[in-house]
């Protein structure tokens, strides 16, 4: 399974997700199954690592994303991956707009993806302070526990 997590700007919730998507995956002997990636629909922060508030935050989990640089929705990701999971319904509406007529891959919130929610959104930090990002990580954790749980359960792909 190929899965793409999709924010904004790739530099606060996305990385997040990817980071916690692939510990707890690896955690779980499942690191193998799934093949991970994040982007933004902006190409405001291309080739910049995550925000430095995420990375804080994260490193204050045991998590370390200072590896991973920003990188903006491309049309052969509609393509390459199996889902498109968006932070928030904004960027869902983006990566659905932008979609090519023969993409394969589908899209849905993260959150609602992950069974947190009929149109459950993980809101954006970047304006706001360590409550802000600490309030994202509990999100995006859980969600990346329950789509481990999820995909332990599956042999086969998730198809919604």
């Known amino acids: 399974m190929r899965l793409l997590v999709v924010c904004l700007g790739n530099i606060c919730r996305s990385p997040l997700a990817e980071g916690l998507l692939r510990h707890h995956l690896e955690q779980a002997g499942l690191g193998h199954r799934v093949e991970l990636d994040s982007a933004g629909t902006s190409g405001w922060h291309i080739g910049n690592p995550p925000d430095p508030r995420t990375v804080r935050n994260a490193l204050g989990h045991g998590l370390d994303l200072r590896g991973l640089r920003a990188r903006q929705l ?33 899209s849905a919130l993260l959150l609602e993806w992950a069974g947190l929610g009929q149109g459950a959104e993980i809101p954006d930090p970047y304006t706001g302070g360590p409550e802000a990002f600490e309030h994202v990580f509990g999100l995006v954790d859980a969600a990346a526990r329950r789509i481990v749980a999820r995909l332990a359960d599956r042999p086969q792909p998730v198809d919604a």
Do not use: G, M
Request: aromatic content about 10%; charged content about 25%.
């Open 74 to 106: 491309r049309a052969a990701d509609y393509h390459h991956f199996d889902w498109l999971l968006c932070a928030d319904a904004s960027n869902l509406a983006d990566v659905r707009a932008r979609a090519p007529a023969d993409a394969t891959a589908r």
